[in-house]
């Protein structure tokens, strides 16, 4: 365990390192020192600030959204140099072979980029069944070339930035570069990770780069340098996302995707015709403590706004206040509401939840399932003892021609919040899905170490198309079509005065979606400040067993639980929120203790 005394000389360090405001005009990024980050749990004091702040999962990546900030960039500026540095450093989460959800505010309006993959055009719906008409494992779907959906977090980005944008573009990219050309140390998670992946060694190119001649995960402080990362990084600062989506770096995705085993059917045309696309950020009103909070997420593909909204629409309809804390934790009561309502959105969730390009919502509105009364008929089905699996309900009183998805498993991903000084802000989740993404490592030269990771976030689709009455699957795989995500970027408003109160979010895959909603409850609904809420314990439900965060609960919730007739599994539910919230004098920051994550700001 490390102490709350380490990550504080982490943040005075960084904070050190750029102390002095600089001129838009002639920017240059200065390295911080880089003490190595723990990993663990490591208890983290929250972080106020009067003006402006930046949440990232790893402490460079914090300083060099905090340093664009300082140069006079935007919120999405920020967020931009943010994710190319956490490209780097933290490979296995994100990166520019990924995708990413943005939910950003002017200051006036919120609008949704979606920068989410895409199944290429050759994709067939059943390429994740074997023969014999069975779905492949999971590590083989990951593994396989299917799995690599079309990168869209640098396009949306782009796009992005030439709306909300500040500082020039290229101008982004100096931290990134910087850090991959000098090195930047190897932290403990990321070594940990590495050592512990049974996969990623297959690949020639990752085994050369993210291990030593003997196999083993380069040691904790390493200084690891990325000159491939860098040069393709020099070349979109100057070209823009064409420099991904065609031409040498684009031809080298192709051909890492179509490498055995399982070669995929990713195309330059692919890449060449991908468009990211602004969507209409989903919104509901929600009341707790007699004040009504306009809660902004994210819309389909991406189910986290929705079930989010279930969760805490359907725990309002239901005898939960006053049942919430015990002993400063969630008491039994209250989680066995909470756990039921999880069925319940879970279900909903299967049935529903998918592109809306391609599959329409119930009634014609995806709002149809946060109605008032439809989650009052839902939250009638929550009684005493646990209902152990639930069925989808009938929003909008139209039965669905789809059948449910099966349970399927889902990882990965990274969450940044910034607020400026200006009034924007933003809340962006961004992924390339498992652990290391599919296990590619794309580079144009390989006499150059390093280069970057593919994605496999095709594996949010459904691998059987159908049912056993052949009922197709609302998210089985088409070409062309965005798969069904967990990712959960979140702002939080004053329903009166319109006031931002909040951005937040979490990677952690399907149990995104709790965390978020954990994060929402403990400040909005028990008083709690963002570390406090964060810091809380996990817990949640994907549609069966009730999942606790393992060690955090006593045994007389767990045996309650269970006396209820809930089957309850303890484990490690590796959050990894981080929040922005405002103060009546500013801004107060929150990190996940589970990971390396940290608030900087002035």
């Not at 809660?295 to 309002?316: K, N, R, T, Y």
Request: net charge neutral; proline share 7%; hydrophobic share 40%.
């Amino acid at each position: 365990m490390h102490t709350q005394l380490s990550l504080t000389l982490i943040t005075l360090t960084l904070l050190g390192a750029c102390a002095s405001p600089t001129p838009s005009t002639g920017w240059q990024y200065s390295v911080p020192e880089q003490p190595e980050a723990a990993t663990g749990m490591t208890n983290k004091p929250g972080w106020a600030f009067a003006r402006q702040a930046v949440a990232a999962a790893n402490p460079l990546a914090a300083d060099a959204g905090l340093q664009v900030l300082r140069a006079g960039g935007s919120a999405l500026d920020a967020a931009i140099a943010v994710q190319l540095v956490l490209g780097l450093v933290e490979p296995q989460s994100s990166g520019i072979g990924g995708g990413a959800f943005l939910l950003h505010f002017d200051g006036q309006k919120v609008s949704a980029h979606d920068g989410r993959e895409t199944a290429p055009a050759g994709a067939r719906p059943d390429m994740f069944m074997g023969s014999d008409g069975k779905a492949f494992g999971f590590d083989d779907a990951v593994l396989s070339g299917h799995a690599v959906g079309v990168p869209g977090a640098v396009r949306m980005l782009e796009s992005a930035h030439k709306q909300h944008g500040n500082l020039p573009w290229a101008q982004l990219f100096q931290p990134a570069i910087t850090l991959a050309e000098q090195g930047f140390k190897v932290s403990p998670r990321l070594h940990s990770l590495l050592q512990s992946d049974p996969h990623l060694k297959k690949d020639p190119l990752a085994l050369r780069f993210f291990y030593n001649p003997q196999g083993q995960a380069w040691p904790v402080g390493h200084v690891l340098r990325n000159p491939e990362y860098a040069h393709v990084l020099r070349r979109i600062a100057a070209e823009g996302s064409l420099a991904l989506h065609e031409g040498p770096v684009a031809q080298a995705i192709v051909q890492r995707a179509q490498t055995a085993p399982r070669p995929g059917s990713l195309s330059l045309q692919d890449l060449r015709t991908y468009q990211p696309k602004v969507r209409e950020a989903l919104c509901f009103d929600h009341t707790a403590q007699t004040r009504v909070y306009r809660i902004c997420g994210f819309p389909p593909p991406s189910s986290g706004q929705i079930a989010i909204g279930q969760i805490l629409g359907i725990m309002g309809k239901t005898n939960a206040q006053g049942l919430e804390m015990q002993a400063g934790l969630p008491s039994s009561d209250w989680l066995h509401r909470y756990t039921e309502a999880s069925r319940l959105a879970f279900a909903d969730r299967a049935q529903y939840l998918a592109d809306p390009d391609f599959v329409k919502a119930p009634g014609g509105d995806w709002r149809s399932l946060l109605e008032p009364d439809y989650l009052r008929q839902r939250s009638q089905l929550i009684g005493t003892q646990a209902m152990k699996t639930a069925s989808p309900g009938l929003p909008a009183g139209v039965k669905s021609a789809w059948a449910p998805m099966p349970n399927q498993t889902e990882y990965g991903t990274s969450h940044i919040s910034v607020v400026d000084a200006q009034g924007r802000a933003l809340a962006m989740t961004t992924t390339i899905e498992a652990a290391f993404g599919s296990r590619r490592m794309v580079t144009t030269d390989p006499s150059r170490p390093g280069g970057f990771l593919l994605n496999n976030e095709l594996t949010d689709f459904s691998f059987a198309p159908a049912d056993g009455q052949g009922r197709p699957i609302a998210n089985r795989v088409e070409p062309g079509k965005r798969p069904r995500s967990s990712m959960s970027p979140t702002l939080v408003f004053d329903k009166t005065s319109g006031q931002l109160l909040m951005s937040g979010g979490s990677p952690g895959g399907a149990a995104i979606i709790h965390y978020t909603a954990k994060l929402l409850t403990g400040t909005l609904h028990w008083g709690l400040n963002a570390q406090q809420a964060i810091d809380l314990p996990n817990f949640g439900s994907l549609g069966g067993p009730t999942l606790l965060e393992a060690q955090r609960f006593d045994r007389s919730t767990v045996d309650a639980l269970k006396a209820r007739g809930h089957e309850v599994r303890e484990m490690d539910m590796t959050s990894g929120i981080q929040a922005i919230e405002r103060t009546p004098n500013g801004w107060f920051g929150g990190a996940d203790p589970r990971r390396e994550g940290l608030v900087l700001g002035d």
